[in-house]
């Protein structure tokens, strides 16, 4: 009876995919859909089989041998098209499977909600939020309707944290958080993920959930995820043990809390990564986005951590007007110098990072430099800036915020997320489309490029040390480090042909892979005749960091630009 029972358990299948077809768009486990999966597991008492996925082959083989009833799949931006064109495939086999979305990738209008739903009918339910609530709500209503979804549609039942389209008509259930998450038990300790070890994929850990910010660019802004909890120091530390037993030829662990080391309990969670290093030797690197305003506590974790966790903090923009824009509270500068002081007096050597976002509401051409030049005149090693993505689901990309900074939004293709992959015995061409934000009423279009040419300029002469002594050396002087940057990107007449043929080459494909509608982008990613040239990277490339390449390549070039830069700054200075 019980073998019985077991063959007629319906089979869930969840999956977080990732693009495969140029590397890898999303290298870690997938924790989301595991702890969704550990969540439903103990909620509906072993009543259904769940089965894991991260790679499309291997859940299409798992479909088309063993169909599922249920397919749910995560959307974040780099996957969102290759979940629900194999999602397409697989309603296709079996039109009565049951598609369910989740993550933050969605709209929060509900008007938007209703047309995102209604342009992508494979999908049937759709969850907000946490998804552990909104699926086992799911799951529930499915079998008190013993999997009549037409039925339970028609009842037009709300489900917390869970939306769907019954006709023209949108149903919305409430907004519902856990309030003490280690009710959900560990997807490691009860061997959810193990075999996800054996694929080359970083383990990640949840330590905390939620964020007391607001950043209107920021799905994780939205009010009802600003209450923080945490699952215990206990139940972190038995994770980090049970990975390092099992982790191989992978050095690295993320923590995907959104503010660590803000809270006390980071400190103790950093105390627990030290002791498996030195037992260890693992891992090698820590990557965790860092709060803010806690410089002491980010120090002690540091000390923790001996150069394993690469420190910083992200300011995004430094000028006061753009922060209240986006309803951003930064870290103080009191702070933010304090510890990058005491990390260079740590470590001479030490990488601090931070990371700014170019063009947000407000931003100009002129605050974006005085950004650069807050970072660089606080000892940041490392400055990461970004363009602008209007991520769905965020207040930024509300039609009211467009409208009040008059945003202007193009469509590129995601590098690496462009691919053709076989389906059953289909053969499916994908690609990812974003939004980002290439002028506003602050600035033109013409100044962006500029801030992204700046940008090239700062990772190939400032972000990789090779010019330090001469930097040092500036400062030594009293003068402006970022001044000397900026003397190299207003006298291009310096340019060698070769560099001047890279900075073309950069401001081209910058150009070249912005279209003004989604449907042109996909249209033009995915021609016959192209797509094979986004996969092996001609086209669609990250031109960031290939022009920055080929600028460390040209070496010679590059120094030759430097050393008369320099002397003509000099010169100007009354210096030489």
């Not at 215990?232 to 994770?239: A, G, K, M, Q, Y």
């Not at 900074?405 to 691919?419: D, Q």
């Not at 950069?506 to 449907?519: G, M, T, V």
Request: charged fraction near 25%; include cysteine.
């Amino acid at each position: 009876i019980n073998r019985k029972f077991l063959f007629l358990k319906k089979k869930i299948y969840i999956a977080d995919l990732t693009h495969t077809a140029n590397g890898l768009t999303s290298a870690t486990f997938p924790l989301g859909a595991a702890l969704v999966t550990s969540y439903a597991k103990h909620i509906c008492n072993d009543s259904f089989e769940f089965r894991i996925f991260k790679f499309h082959d291997q859940l299409t083989q798992a479909i088309s041998e063993n169909p599922p009833s249920v397919l749910a799949l995560s959307n974040y931006i780099w996957n969102l098209e290759i979940s629900y064109k194999l999602s397409a495939w697989a309603k296709r086999q079996d039109p009565n499977l049951v598609v369910v979305f989740g993550g933050p990738n969605f709209p929060i209008d509900k008007d938007e909600k209703l047309l995102f739903l209604q342009q992508r009918p494979v999908i049937d339910f759709y969850i907000e939020n946490e998804g552990e609530i909104g699926f086992v709500g799911l799951l529930t209503k499915f079998e008190e309707y013993n999997f009549d979804i037409t039925a339970f549609k028609r009842s037009q039942e709300p489900v917390a944290n869970c939306t769907y389209v019954n006709g023209d008509e949108l149903i919305e259930g409430k907004i519902a958080r856990i309030k003490d998450v280690n009710i959900i038990s560990s997807p490691y300790l009860t061997g959810i993920l193990d075999d996800f070890f054996d694929l080359p994929l970083s383990p990640i850990i949840e330590t905390t959930r939620g964020c007391p910010f607001s950043c209107t660019f920021c799905a994780d802004g939205l009010t009802s995820k600003n209450k923080v909890v945490a699952f215990t120091t206990d139940r972190v530390r038995d994770e980090l043990h049970y990975m390092v037993e099992r982790v191989k030829n992978i050095d690295e662990i993320y923590i995907s809390d959104l503010n660590f080391g803000m809270y006390k309990r980071d400190v103790e969670t950093a105390q627990n990564i030290a002791k498996v290093q030195n037992e260890f030797n693992w891992p090698a690197r820590i990557r965790a986005t860092t709060g803010k305003n806690m410089p002491e506590r980010m120090i002690q974790i540091a000390e923790h951590l001996k150069g394993s966790w690469m420190t910083g903090a992200a300011i995004q923009s430094s000028d006061a007007e753009v922060l209240k824009n986006i309803k951003r509270s930064n870290i103080s500068v009191e702070a933010y110098s304090k510890f990058t002081t005491y990390m260079k007096n740590l470590d001479k050597k030490a990488q601090i990072f931070t990371e700014i976002i170019l063009g947000l509401p407000g931003d100009t051409k002129e605050k974006h430099f005085e950004t650069l030049r807050y970072a660089i005149d606080n000892q940041t090693t490392k400055i990461k800036s970004f363009q602008c993505v209007l991520l769905t689901g965020t207040e930024m990309a509300s039609k009211e915020t467009r409208d009040k900074y008059e945003l202007v939004g193009k469509f590129r293709i995601g590098a690496g997320g462009v691919g053709v992959y076989k389906f059953g015995e289909e053969t499916t061409p994908v690609a990812e489309i974003h939004e980002i934000i290439v002028a506003s009423k602050d600035m033109p279009f013409d100044d962006h490029v500029s801030c992204r040419v700046m940008n090239l300029l700062l990772e190939a002469y400032y972000n990789q040390s090779q010019f330090e002594e001469i930097f040092a050396g500036i400062k030594m002087m009293g003068l402006s480090e970022f001044d000397l940057l900026r003397y190299i990107h207003e006298h291009n007449e310096l340019y060698t042909p070769k560099v001047k043929e890279i900075i073309k080459k950069y401001i081209s494909a910058l150009k070249e892979n912005l279209y003004d509608s989604f449907e042109e982008a996909e249209e033009m990613a995915l021609r016959p005749d192209r797509v094979d040239r986004y996969i092996s990277g001609e086209l669609g490339f990250n031109e960031h960091l290939t022009c920055n390449a080929l600028l460390y390549f040209n070496m010679e070039e590059t120094l030759s630009i430097m050393l008369e830069a320099l002397r003509m700054f000099l010169l100007e200075k009354n210096l030489l």
